[in-house]
């Protein structure tokens, strides 16, 4: 599986570009904190699957589905709080937790397909 050709790989490196130029607008002194906590998490998203597909096996492609899986949650969870402190509006927010709905079920649906082909 060459992870370039997979449509989820193609949205969550759109994600990462959306995270960083949203990143870009918070306060200076979130440049080390929460701003930078959302950067990592956002390009967990495709370095995992990437990872995941250069591996041997369907298990450890699983594996790597996983931490995907979790650095979704956890962005979710830094979108929540962002919105929380007015780093970001509503709207922002509701776009962000779309594209990572988006995001998530398309994971889940390519785990499916490995786990049960």
Do not use: C
């Not at 701003?35 to 990592?40: A, C, F, H, P, V």
């Amino acid at each position: 599986m060459i992870h370039t050709d997979l449509e989820v790989y193609k949205k969550s490196l759109l994600l990462v570009k959306t995270v960083y130029d949203l990143t870009k607008k918070f306060p200076k002194e979130e440049m080390w904190g929460l701003s930078s906590q959302m950067r990592r998490a956002a390009i967990s998203i495709p370095s995992n699957i990437s990872e995941g597909s250069g591996r041997r096996s369907n298990k450890e492609l699983s594996h790597f589905i996983n931490i995907s899986l979790g650095s979704v949650a956890e962005l979710e969870t830094q979108i929540t709080i962002s919105l929380m402190l007015n780093f970001i509006g509503s709207n922002e927010k509701n776009l962000l937790i779309k594209e990572l709905t988006t995001i998530r079920m398309m994971l889940l649906n390519l785990m499916k397909s490995i786990t049960h082909p």
